[in-house]
Nanobody, 123 residues
Framework: VQLQASGGGTVQAGGSLRLSCAAS????????MAWFRQAPGMEHEWVGLINWRGSMVYYADAVRGRFTISRDTAKNTVYLDMNNLNPDDTAVYSC?????????????????WGQGTQVTVSS
């Protein structure tokens, strides 16, 4: 599967963005689909995941209640809606797919990666 993330940009604190992860070559229903982010000088941070059935969605504590992961199987796309953004959310956001389809939070458990999209939140 190939993944293409898009939708990043620069917003003021308190603003919102929607990121998209468009998949090709296979259907997203085959995979657990996650979002990670990486701030400058930091390791990848797991943001959240939707399982292969689409029945369960998990979030990191830092984003729970502000971010929402969803998917559109007809468009073969996963979304990350980000609300009430703050400067700590500034990072490159990437989507990833896990063949196991489950709820892993570990970077190494993901098999396919998109190229990342920059999100910058100004104070």
């Amino acid at each position: 599967v190939q993944l293409q993330a898009s939708g990043g940009g620069t917003v003021q604190a308190g603003g919102s963005l929607r990121l998209s992860c468009a998949a090709s070559g296979d259907t997203i229903t085959t995979y657990g689909m996650a979002w990670f982010r990486q701030a400058p000088g930091m390791e990848h941070e797991w943001v959240g995941l939707i399982n292969w059935r689409g029945s369960m969605v998990y979030y990191a504590d830092a984003v729970r209640g502000r971010f929402t992961i969803s998917r559109d199987t007809a468009k073969n796309t996963v979304y990350l809606d980000m609300n009430n953004l703050n400067p700590d959310d500034t990072a490159v956001y990437s989507c990833a797919a896990s063949v196991s389809g489950g709820s892993s939070r570990r970077y190494d458990d993901f098999d396919y990666w998109g190229q990342g999209t920059q999100v910058t939140v100004s104070s």
